[in-house]
């Protein structure tokens, strides 16, 4: 069979043109907190890296930036309602559009990033109320509210989860007796399935999905326990005990060679949970107390993982293996942490913006500044791209040239 040119050409450009169809993340390209990005300033000014661009209209959150389509999404809080907003990759105002009442009890504002896949955008709101969205207009396609519909019960501090996806999966924690976690076809909101366990609590964690050899699992926290699910049917695999004082467990756990490593704050501490071949057992391979973070994430680099602690104030390395300490040093508050091009970035909840070595044999600070802009707590996680360190503080967003 011949094709002409011409056809060749339009199914050439037409292909080349689609709409990305890989979600997005949160905690970079891998939602894991390391960044492919490299070139990197190995090196600071002194006055900190230069500020390219800010914009200062988000609205109150705590929530990071996501991009996708050339374009730079969040998600922020205007007198009790709470909206998506949408920036040009210069920090242009685009467009915002308005999702639905947003959770304005203790700590205010926006909880969760938006996850946009092609031509689909999906924002969740503390309150539980799942929204679909056009990505290049903000025209709202379906609505689903887990409250209403599942009988979700959001836990104290609101609903923070970043939608998990896969496939045509969009995976929610609603919560409650019923419908702990769920999936919903992302195109139009149908239930997929339902899985219900012990009537736990969603617990402030982003799901993870795992990909192995014949199954693909979905890891998450619930308030006192690990759990691993088929992905495709929601069967509840294995789970695993890991209760905290408030039950916050807002770490989305990693994933590394046929084993996960979950952790959270106020002392508990991690565990190294190995999977078996077909993922549907565990066995714990080693404990810690002492990289218990609570909301700003460790990443691993090279076979060691990088973080603060939550009552253990310092910052530390531990080797994956075997979860020996590497070492730890106080001196920065605790608080978030990225990686890209061997090298660790951390913004602190006192407001520390730092560059440092991604090195076990010892802590290397390499240049550190303050964020001044903004406003309520240093909670947000960075995102780098296209050699930018853009860092949401409350209602601003600022672009740090790091390349």
């Known amino acids: 069979m011949k094709i002409k040119l011409p056809i060749l050409f339009l199914l050439f450009f037409s292909l080349t043109t689609l709409p990305a169809q890989n979600p997005t993340f949160w905690r970079g390209p891998h ?6 990005e490299i070139g990197l300033m190995k090196s600071w000014p002194a006055g900190g890296p230069t500020i390219l661009w800010t914009f200062d209209q988000l609205g109150a959150g705590f929530s990071s930036p996501v991009l996708a389509n050339d374009i730079i999404y969040l998600s922020g809080t205007e007198e009790g309602m709470g909206f998506v907003y949408a920036l040009s990759t210069d920090g242009k ?7 639905g009442p947003e959770f304005t009890e203790s700590y205010p504002g ?6 946009v896949v092609g031509n689909l955008l999906y924002q969740y709101s503390g309150l539980g109320l799942v929204t679909c969205m056009d990505s290049s207009t903000g025209s709202v396609k379906w609505k689903k509210d887990m409250a209403k519909e599942y009988g979700g019960l959001h836990p104290q501090w ?15 924690t609603p919560g409650g007796p019923d419908h702990t976690v769920i999936a919903l076809n992302r195109m139009n909101g149908n239930l997929l399935w339902s899985a219900s366990f012990r009537g736990a609590l969603s617990a402030y964690c982003t799901p993870l999905v795992v990909k192995i050899p014949g199954r693909t699992l979905l890891v998450t926290h619930l308030e006192s326990d690990i759990v691993g699910l088929d ?5 509840i695999l294995w789970s695993h005990h890991h209760p905290n004082q408030w039950s916050v467990q807002a770490n989305t756990p990693i994933y590394h060679d046929g084993a996960v490593f979950c952790f959270s704050g106020y002392g508990q501490g991690g565990v190294k949970l190995k999977l078996s071949p077909d993922g549907s057992s565990i066995s714990p391979e080693w404990v810690t107390k002492l990289l218990d973070n ?16 939550d009552q253990n104030r310092f910052w530390m390395c531990l080797d994956w293996k075997t979860g020996e300490l590497k070492y730890k040093v106080a001196g920065l508050a605790n608080g978030t942490v990225i990686s890209a091009d061997k090298m660790l970035f951390g913004y602190t ?9 991604a090195d076990p044999s010892g802590w290397q600070l390499i240049s550190q500044t303050k964020v001044t802009l903004g406003l309520a707590q240093h909670w947000a ?4 791209s296209n050699g930018r360190l853009l860092v949401r503080h409350g209602n601003v967003l600022i672009a740090y040239k790091i390349k």
């Open 110 to 115: 926006t909880r969760s990033t938006p996850v």
């Open 231 to 235: 992905a495709n049917t929601g069967k």
């Open 158 to 172: 609101g609903y923070t989860e970043t939608f998990a996806i896969d496939g045509e999966k969009l995976f929610v």
């Open 31 to 36: 939602g894991n907190g390391n960044y492919d």
């Open 294 to 309: 609570r909301i700003g994430g460790a990443v691993l680099v090279d076979g060691f993982l990088y973080g603060s602690g």
């Open 349 to 357: 909840d006192r407001g520390e913006l730092f560059l440092a070595k």
């Open 93 to 99: 105002f685009l467009w915002k559009v308005p999702y």
């Open 381 to 384: 996680h960075p995102v780098i």
